[in-house]
């Protein structure tokens, strides 16, 4: 019998507009960072840039550890020549270019709510992009947090998906074996973290493309969950 579900985040309880790989939108987005900070730079700044953000573009060179985004960042100001002491005001502002469109499921709140009270243990396991700090990566959940006992990040776990140990750490800090949950994704690093973890594996596919990850349900919307939990 399940016991509790773990949510991945983007593409699964929040909608994202812009790709997932994020590459392509590194410069607009350090554009925005000059044009709100009063920086100008060059050419060979905003290569830089680049540069050290593909280097740690987990899409373009994937890894299995997370990595802070003081680790990133402090690379990209030092070879831009910007104060370390305005790291978190760039890394707000970029980071909050890649949030300007972004928006919860229409089913997201009423599922949440309504696990929670059926009494379901609710957790989140998602990689964040750039070493997004958790109160970035977390706000954009805000209005169903209070429904989530257990929030993760991979800043929290210190691995990214597919390797086992978040799912690992939920089931030790939810006092269940991981066998009674499911971990509900969107990728196939989802449904292969949940199989490495021996979780239930849930695929949620809202478009018309054949998935086969190797999950053992596959749901549509959210709100298939409340039929039945138990799997």
Same mark, same amino acid.
């Not at 997004?132 to 947090?145: K, Q, R, T």
């Not at 939920?170 to 949940?194: N, Q, R, T, Y």
């Given at each position: 019998?399940?016991?509790?579900? /773990?949510?991945?985040? @983007? @593409?699964?309880?929040?909608?994202?507009?812009?790709?997932?790989?994020?590459?392509?939108?590194?410069?607009?987005?350090?554009?925005? %960072?000059?044009?709100?900070? @009063?920086?100008?730079?060059?050419?060979?700044?905003?290569?830089?840039?680049?540069?050290?953000? !593909?280097?740690?573009?987990?899409?373009?060179?994937?890894?299995? &550890?997370?990595?802070?985004?003081? *680790?990133?960042?402090? #690379?990209?100001?030092?070879?831009?020549?910007?104060?370390?002491?305005?790291?978190?005001? %760039?890394?707000?502002?970029?980071?909050?270019?890649?949030?300007?469109?972004?928006?919860?499921?229409?089913?997201?709140?009423?599922?949440?709510?309504?696990?929670?009270?059926?009494?379901?243990?609710?957790?989140?396991?998602?990689?964040?992009?750039?070493?997004?700090?958790? %109160? &970035?990566?977390?706000?954009?959940?805000? #209005? /169903?947090?209070? &429904?989530?006992?257990?929030?993760?990040?991979?800043?929290?776990? @210190?691995?990214?998906?597919?390797?086992?140990?978040?799912?690992?750490? $939920?089931?030790?800090?939810?006092?269940?074996?991981?066998?009674?949950?499911?971990? /509900?994704?969107?990728?196939?690093?989802?449904?292969?973290?949940?199989?490495?973890?021996?979780? &239930?594996?849930?695929?949620?596919?809202?478009?018309?493309? !054949?998935?086969?990850?190797? *999950?053992?349900? #596959?749901?549509?919307? $959210?709100?298939?969950?409340?039929?039945?939990?138990?799997?």
């Amino acid at each position: 019998m399940i016991k509790a579900i /773990v949510f991945d985040i @983007g @593409g699964t309880l929040v909608e994202y507009k812009i790709p997932l790989n994020w590459s392509e939108l590194c410069s607009p987005a350090f554009e925005c %960072v000059a044009d709100r900070c @009063g920086y100008i730079f060059s050419e060979d700044d905003y290569n830089h840039a680049a540069r050290v953000l !593909a280097r740690y573009n987990a899409r373009i060179n994937p890894r299995e &550890y997370e990595v802070s985004s003081n *680790q990133i960042f402090s #690379e990209i100001m030092s070879g831009m020549g910007l104060p370390m002491e305005d790291i978190e005001k %760039v890394k707000f502002h970029f980071y909050s270019y890649f949030r300007q469109d972004v928006h919860l499921y229409k089913e997201v709140k009423e599922t949440l709510k309504r696990l929670s009270d059926q009494g379901i243990l609710l957790g989140t396991l998602s990689d964040v992009a750039y070493g997004m700090d958790n %109160v &970035y990566a977390l706000e954009d959940i805000s #209005e /169903v947090i209070k &429904y989530i006992d257990y929030p993760l990040t991979s800043n929290d776990v @210190g691995y990214r998906k597919p390797r086992a140990e978040g799912l690992k750490l $939920l089931s030790e800090k939810m006092h269940i074996p991981v066998e009674e949950m499911a971990f /509900v994704g969107d990728e196939e690093k989802d449904v292969m973290c949940a199989v490495n973890a021996g979780a &239930y594996p849930v695929l949620i596919n809202r478009g018309d493309s !054949a998935k086969n990850y190797g *999950q053992n349900k #596959e749901i549509h919307s $959210l709100d298939e969950l409340l039929i039945n939990h138990k799997f």
